[in-house]
Structures are given as structure tokens and as C-alpha cells.
Nanobody, 115 residues
Framework: QVHLVESGGGLVRAGGSLRLSCVAS????????MGWYRRAPGKQRELVAA???????NYADSVKGRFTISMNNAKDTVTLQMNSLKPEDTAVYYC?????????WGQGTQVTVSS
């Protein structure tokens, strides 16, 4: 079975940093891309950042310049370095792995940024 295990969430003050990590296992084929999504209370789920196996990245406008996404050489781990955190970054963050024709999700990790 496919597992995506997230870690690194927590409580941080505005201006602080957190580093999220997601490790995928049980995927038979290769991973085409991995990414992070988030859902804040009362808000729609949104893409935060994504990276392809070739290293191409995509960021939400709201996090550009503050967040950095990366993937390891084995293409099974994605990391999101979050700097200069703002209260509006507070959300549950979900890891996603695309392994065509499938897509898998982690269970989510809470990020809370206090003012």
C-alpha cells in the first residue's frame, strides 16, 4: 500500500520558520511530481508548491520568496522550507505524490502561526 508520511508541522510565531518533510513508500512506479497543498478553516484547498521529478517548481503567489520546495535524488521525499511565516499561513498541509496514472495523499500536518 502507498504511504505518504508527513512531519515537521507545529506552532511557530510570525516571522519564524518550519520545515515540512514527506516520505513516500509503496509506490511501484516512478513519482512524476510531488507537492504540498493546504486548507485553512473556511477556505478552499490550494496548491502551495509543487516540484516535478525533473526539478521544475511551481509556487502559489502568496508564498513566493518565502517557501522553497525540494525533492531528494531518490524522488521519494519532498521538503518544504517555510520562512517568514505569517498567521495567514495557518492551515493543515497535505503532501501529494503523482505517480501516473495515480495520485496519493498524506494525512496532513497542522501548521499554526501565531501573531
Amino acid at each position: 500500500q502507498v504511504h505518504l508520511v508527513e512531519s515537521g508541522g507545529g506552532l511557530v510565531r510570525a516571522g519564524g520558520s518550519l520545515r515540512l518533510s514527506c516520505v513516500a513508500s509503496g509506490i511501484i512506479g516512478s513519482i512524476n511530481a510531488m507537492g504540498w497543498y493546504r486548507r485553512a478553516p473556511g477556505k478552499q484547498r490550494e496548491l502551495v508548491a509543487a516540484i516535478t521529478s525533473g526539478g521544475r517548481t511551481n509556487y502559489a503567489d502568496s508564498v513566493k520568496g518565502r517557501f522553497t520546495i525540494s525533492m531528494n535524488n531518490a524522488k521519494d521525499t519532498v521538503t518544504l522550507q517555510m520562512n517568514s511565516l505569517k498567521p495567514e499561513d495557518t492551515a493543515v498541509y497535505y503532501c501529494n505524490a503523482e505517480h501516473l496514472p495515480f495520485s496519493s495523499w498524506g494525512q496532513g500536518t497542522q501548521v499554526t502561526v501565531s501573531s
